[in-house]
């Protein structure tokens, strides 16, 4: 069956900041399409009665087609994906642009929280390139003496300060108000999620290797794991502290979309 969506087009209309971050590295537009509407028509069997009210998980056009229509919050997170895509334009280069490609395929082509976890690398990218000198080399690269099973790590960068590399995985996890309602089940959230993605890797104590949590939620469920690292200030191995994305009201009512550490990101902001 034909694919009704007509993605391409769609995008040069509504998104056309894509097409400068892809830095003409061609995507195969007909296969966007072929993915994404096969996962579309799972999903409508999946989920037969349809909310109107807009959804974050949805997908990244359901995101669009909630902004035309004037929904605040699918405008403040459409917002932060358009800055998002600019400062990436602006700060990786050609061979780096080329890199991703595979993760914007990611992005545009996955329905329900999924996307998600394309925006989050990306995100995490940006937040690289912003705050060091490091440069992309590698995504998805395969790990070989620290890896298993032929698991591959997100992100590979040069670090001309060490001469060396470092490695990068993103670990999204995505809350809920049963996974946050008490310290325990924040307690059995993040060690479940954080240590199964280091099993998986199959790494150990390695120190050019990096895990970034990346949280996925509204403001009150964020809140609890921000008050939780308070609390108990949990560590583990190889990871940061978690970054998430909320967007603020600030004292003067100037609307605000941060993405940042959860110990930073509540500082002179009103959620």
Known sequence: M??????QEKLKIYFPILFELLNNNKIDWKMVEKTFFKKYEQYQKKHKKINSTFQIEASFYSIITAAIKKEQPAIMLLDYIQKLFEELADNLDDTEKREIKSTIFGF??????????F?????????????TQFKL?????????IGVNNS???FKFFNPTTNGFELVEIVNIHLNKKNT???ESINILLTQKISEKLL??????NPKFFLVPVLWGNWREIKCIEQYYKKFEPSFQNAGIPVCFVPFTTQEGKLVQKFGTIDT???NSIA
């Open 2 to 7: 034909t694919s009704p969506f007509n993605i």
């Open 108 to 117: 545009l082509t996955n329905i329900d929280t999924k996307y998600l976890n």
């Open 119 to 131: 925006l989050g690398e990306l995100s995490v990218l940006n937040q690289f390139k912003r705050r």
């Open 137 to 145: 080399v590698k995504t998805e690269e395969k790990l070989t003496e």
């Open 152 to 154: 591959t790590i997100d």
């Open 181 to 183: 309602s008490g310290d």
């Open 200 to 205: 998986k890797k199959g790494i150990k104590e």
């Open 265 to 267: 990101i509540f500082a």
